[in-house]
């Protein structure tokens, strides 16, 4: 076994300093390290472009980067904020998700959007989307609940009062002020909207108390 191993070793060695082998090798490898410095290369040249903020520069990066959804949602923005067109930034946004279908934010741009054009079922939807990809980030309750009040959906609304409250105290007094617009019954706001959390407890009882109830 030894010997065989020794001859295997032998052979290995000869294959390498044959000079048509050493030339194979050497080409494989600059050829892979040339493909890294490229990738290197364009992400650091993308992330440049994209820090200028501006239109040329953001589609620069994602020209560069593709496969980046952060530079589509960017677009997305852009075409939202700064100059508005809504089929423009619907279409980034959309990219956006399709490279990362959990891109909250993209999600919620979408949202913004479909809300401009006065399309209330696409925007639910998008702010499920939003929602559902990232629950922890109260500002996406808060709208998705506003919108839901304003439907008469008031089971979805509470719901997502209730993580508004869960997670932002900040908005906690709007969440409950909201809730009970709502829904004005203390026991059905502690069963489906308050959390379990003594912070949001008290603040509901300072409430109540400012209603007289």
């Not at 390290?33 to 290369?41: L, N, Q, R």
């Not at 852009?78 to 959990?102: E, G």
């Not at 999600?107 to 925007?123: P, S």
């Not at 009040?149 to 508004?164: E, H, Y």
Request: net charge neutral; glycine share 4%; with cysteine.
């Amino acid at each position: 076994c030894a010997d065989l191993i020794l001859d295997s070793e032998r052979r290995l060695r000869l294959n390498v300093a044959h000079p048509a082998v050493r030339y194979l090798l050497i080409t494989l490898l600059l050829t892979l390290s040339a493909g890294y410095i490229f990738v290197a290369a364009s992400f650091w040249i993308a992330s440049r472009y994209a820090a200028r903020g501006d239109l040329e520069g953001l589609q620069m990066a994602a020209r560069l980067r593709p496969g980046n959804s952060e530079y589509q949602y960017q677009l997305g923005q852009h075409f939202l904020v700064a100059q508005p067109s809504p089929q423009a930034a619907i279409t980034h946004f959309l990219d956006a998700v399709k490279l990362n279908p959990d891109h909250a934010r993209s999600w919620f741009g979408m949202a913004e959007v479909y809300q401009v054009l006065g399309d209330a079922e696409r925007q639910r939807l998008a702010l499920e989307k939003a929602t559902a990809a990232d629950p922890t980030t109260p500002e996406f309750s808060w709208q998705a609940a506003n919108l839901y009040a304003a439907n008469g959906d008031t089971s979805n609304a509470l719901r997502k009062l209730k993580d508004v409250m869960r997670y932002d105290p900040g908005l906690m007094s709007a969440a409950v002020r909201l809730a009970w617009r709502i829904m004005p019954d203390m026991d059905l706001l502690l069963r489906d909207a308050v959390p379990v959390s003594a912070q949001v407890y008290a603040n509901f009882v300072e409430f109540l108390i400012s209603q007289k109830q």
